[in-house]
């Protein structure tokens, strides 16, 4: 397999957890979205959106959007299972993956940020207080449901109890981004612990950002 990613993208870093989990290796293609490497003509023609991540699997199948990636590799690779089969576990889990992929990230990705200041003239704080508001309310509910799975008897250490799940691979990349760009997380103690537990635990750390190739020795 190929994945062309670049290793600060949340939802790259999302598909190299799960990958890591399930122990497949691929190659690492770098895209460098500070330098708009995704946007030239090379790039656009193996993927008209102009994103990252995409995978190109063994047999010539590409395929965009990460959580739609994790689904195809949930059915070619089914363990370990990181989407659970119990309907209600299951529910749960796409849950918390799209109050994070669907409600948080797209107001925060990079070219939203840009499109504000380059093109709506925000200065370099009120770009930040726009991220921490949606940062803030978006994990407002990712602490909800995680204290209501707590009361269901999901105990952690990941979101849904043992064993993790795409909700972890959700989670982790956001808290990241939210930490880089300064955010306050105290108010959210059981999604930081998920996040801690998670960082101690080798194939998060494989797929950590500064892990990876393409990162520059201080970013």
Known sequence: MQL???FYS??????????????????YLPINLRTQQ???PEYLARNPAGGVPL?????GFSLTQSLAILDYLEQR???PALLPHEPHQRARVLELCHAIACDIHPVNNQRVLRYLQQELGLDEARKNAWYAHWIAQGLQVVEHLLAQLRSQGHAGPYCLGAQPSWADCCLVPQVANA????????AYPLTMAVYQHCL??????QAAPMAQPDAPAQA
Do not use: G, W
Request: aromatic share 10%; glycine share 0%.
């Open 4 to 6: 062309y990613n670049y």
């Open 10 to 27: 949340s939802t790259s870093y999302r598909v190299r957890i799960a990958l890591a989990l399930k122990q497949l290796p691929f190659d």
């Open 38 to 40: 995704q946007r030239t």
């Open 55 to 59: 995978l190109i699997d063994d047999d």
């Open 77 to 79: 690779h089914p363990q």
């Open 179 to 186: 930490l880089r760009m300064q955010c306050e997380t105290d």
């Open 200 to 205: 101690a635990q080798p194939a998060f750390q």
